[in-house]
């Protein structure tokens, strides 16, 4: 169905998620997949943030923009990690646990902030994250934050897929 070059992406996607969520088959419909996921590497995979602190500002998008599977995507990194259900609930409901610390509080902030208006971000919090964490940090941070905002918007015009091995994938990891 797709060409070499995006069917390599979607399996690279399919080996790091455990399935090809639908914010990619939507990318991979429209053609653009691989130079997406391309540019991704270099900008928010550099380890200046940790993984759990990207996973769970993506979380915090996923709500944002109202998409349950994007939410479901980075719960199953996070679940990995050691994160519960309920963790996950009081993340995305900004009733955070205890496991969270100082400065993976003030990043689901932004990640609120920047997904719901980028040109309205709480200056408060803005300057917050400048105090907890380096330039390299904040960075890789915004640069997942948009990288999923910007993601997400291919579902909404493609629509989500009736993906049946993800939805099968999601279901296992609840």
Not at 3 to 12: I, S
Not at 16 to 21: A, E
Not at 31 to 48: E, I, K, M, Y
Not at 145 to 166: H, L, P
Request: aromatic share 10%; net charge negative; with cysteine.
């Amino acid at each position: 169905m797709y060409d070499e070059r995006t069917q390599k992406t979607l399996d690279r996607i399919k080996e790091y998620y455990g399935g090809v969520p639908d914010t990619y088959i939507a990318m991979a419909d429209a053609g653009v997949v691989s130079r997406v996921w391309s540019l991704s590497a270099p900008t928010f995979f550099t380890n200046a943030a940790t993984d759990e602190d990207k996973r769970i500002c993506a979380a915090v998008v996923g709500k944002a923009v109202g998409s349950e599977r994007l939410i479901e995507a980075h719960y199953m990194i996070l679940k990995r990690m050691g994160w519960s259900r309920e963790e996950l609930e009081g993340l995305v409901n900004e009733n955070y646990p205890e496991r969270m610390n100082e400065k993976q509080i003030l990043y689901a902030k932004l990640a609120k902030s920047l997904a719901t208006n980028p040109m309205q971000v709480d200056r408060e919090i803005v300057k917050e994250v400048k105090n907890a964490a380096s330039k390299n940090e904040v960075a890789e941070i915004v640069s997942l934050i948009a990288f999923v905002r910007y993601t997400s918007t291919f579902i909404g015009f493609y629509g989500q897929t009736e993906n049946e091995e993800w939805i099968k994938h999601l279901q296992e990891q609840k």
